[in-house]
């Protein structure tokens, strides 16, 4: 891992006050894992685009492979269009 990952890592973690966005257990500094809601996959970077894939909005902090499930919104259509509205809405304002 290099510092500019370790760095993103870093600001992930104080993002959800260090809790998992789930269950609410406390994290540890490498006790944690970020979730994709929209699943990072080869169709749907084609789909979507790696800026939406890759969007902060778009990853969870959970603390296990349990909680990182529960995040999956892929077979939902109407959740999928919802969160790449409000990272294109955001992203918007900085114009």
């Known amino acids: ?3 500019n990952e370790k760095q993103q890592r870093l ?3 104080a993002s959800c006050d260090g809790r998992c966005e789930v269950c609410g257990k406390q994290l540890s500094q490498n006790g944690w894992q970020g979730a994709h809601r929209i699943a990072n996959t080869k169709p749907n970077r084609t789909k979507w685009g790696a800026w939406i894939i890759d969007h902060p909005m778009n990853i969870a902090i959970v603390c296990s492979l349990g909680c990182n499930q529960l995040c999956n919104i892929g077979n939902n ?3 999928c269009l919802r ?3 409000e990272i294109v809405e955001k ?3 900085k114009f």
């Open 83 to 85: 969160l790449v509205k």
């Open 11 to 13: 600001i992930a973690l």
């Open 91 to 93: 992203e918007i304002k």
């Open 77 to 79: 259509p109407g959740k």
């Open 1 to 3: 891992m290099n510092e």
